[in-house]
T-cell receptor
Framework: QQQVKQSPQSLIVQKGGISIINCAYENTAFDYFPWYQQFPGKGPALLIAIRPDVSEKKEGRFTISFNKSAKQFSLHIMDSQPGDSATYFCAARPGTASKLTFGTGTRLQVTL | GAGVSQSPSNKVTEKGKDVELRCDPISGHTALYWYRQSLGQGLEFLIYFQGNSAPDKSGLPSDRFSAERTGGSVSTLTIQRTQQEDSAVYLC????????????FGDGTRLSIL
């Protein structure tokens, strides 16, 4: 019930393309869904987050799409750049708790 | 400092030894979390401190793991009698309060057990 499933495990996208990473969850008590970006040797950094009262949130080239009925959410990176090459983690947290449950990560490589 | 500070950045030790990992959260952040990241895996919650409340230890994998937070600031994660499966990156995060606030992560301690 606490699991968050993330796919794909790895992704290669050409510069300028759209990167799409998907996550699915089981626990209907989850009400906060952040995405983190992690570069090698660094800690994860919060990229963008959404709550289930909206279906989409956009910040610059990064968009979260949220489907409450399907219990799925996804990260879209528009106009992907080589500097976006990193590992991306989705996560979820129920309103009554503070600890985050993370997906297993997606390693994104943006090629020239 | 501006961010969460963890030390050491790398630790190599022999199986059976005890290790201590340190986390210095962002000033003013009352909530502090420890996570473990194994190779190719997501982050696994270990323990959470909020102010003076009793910590949430529900993620600690065994009684060899313990953590404390002194004075509501610096935290130490201790692993006793280390095993090879303890090899991982140990990440600390802090947030202003427990709920509805983003967690800011340090760069972690990479622990290798020989």
């Amino acid at each position: 019930q606490q699991q968050v499933k993330q796919s794909p495990q790895s992704l290669i996208v050409q510069k300028g393309g759209i990167s799409i990473i998907n996550c699915a969850y089981e626990n209907t008590a989850f009400d906060y869904f952040p995405w983190y970006q992690q570069f090698p040797g660094k800690g994860p950094a919060l990229l963008i987050a959404i709550r289930p009262d909206v279906s989409e949130k956009k910040e610059g080239r990064f968009t979260i799409s949220f489907n409450k009925s399907a219990k799925q959410f996804s990260l879209h990176i528009m106009d992907s750049q080589p500097g976006d090459s990193a590992t991306y983690f989705c996560a979820a947290r129920p309103g009554t708790a503070s600890k985050l449950t993370f997906g297993t990560g997606t390693r994104l490589q943006v090629t020239l | 400092g501006a961010g969460v500070s963890q030390s050491p950045s790398n630790k190599v030790t022999e199986k059976g030894k005890d290790v201590e990992l340190r986390c210095d959260p962002i000033s003013g952040h009352t909530a502090l979390y420890w996570y473990r990241q194994s190779l190719g895996q997501g982050l696994e919650f270990l323990i959470y401190f909020q102010g003076n409340s009793a910590p949430d230890k529900s993620g600690l994998p065994s009684d060899r793991f313990s953590a404390e937070r002194t004075g509501g600031s610096v935290s130490t994660l201790t692993i006793q009698r280390t095993q090879q499966e303890d090899s991982a990156v140990y990440l600390c995060a802090s947030s202003r309060t427990a709920s509805n606030q983003p967690q800011h992560f340090g760069d972690g301690t990479r622990l290798s057990i020989l």
